[in-house]
Nanobody, 122 residues
Framework: QVQLVESGGGLVQAGGSLRLSCAASGRIFLSDYAIGWFRQAPGKEREFVAAINRNGDRTYYGDSVKGRFTVSRDNAKDTAYLQMNSLNAEDTAVYYC??????????????WGRGTQVTVSS
């Protein structure tokens, strides 16, 4: 069964940084897909965070993370990343990566990860 695996979450103080990674476990190559990052806080709906196209030369971000988060990928390592800086308590959530065949419709996800918890202490 194909699944994505996120890593790099944890507890960080406000103002700190974390880098999340997303890799594939199964019979796919991440380099064949656009990658989206999403998050879900307790009691809230899943929120779009960032997206990157297959080549890694196009990105876009949710308004709440613009200027603080950076999405990237290393297709040689078949891994995608989410660098998160200037974290605040509102960034506390479970973060998910997803693989999509549609960069311009990134919510159309073919494969999801199980998520990694990010907790920001104030």
């Amino acid at each position: 069964q194909v699944q994505l695996v996120e890593s790099g979450g944890g507890l960080v103080q406000a103002g700190g940084s974390l880098r999340l990674s997303c890799a594939a476990s199964g019979r796919i190559f991440l380099s064949d897909y656009a990658i989206g990052w999403f998050r879900q806080a307790p009691g809230k709906e899943r929120e779009f965070v960032a997206a990157i196209n297959r080549n890694g030369d196009r990105t876009y971000y949710g308004d709440s993370v613009k200027g603080r988060f950076t999405v990237s990928r290393d297709n040689a390592k078949d891994t995608a990343y989410l660098q998160m800086n200037s974290l605040n308590a509102e960034d506390t959530a479970v973060y998910y990566c997803g693989a999509s065949g549609y960069y311009t419709d990134i919510s159309n996800i073919s494969y999801w990860g199980r998520g990694t918890q990010v907790t920001v202490s104030s």
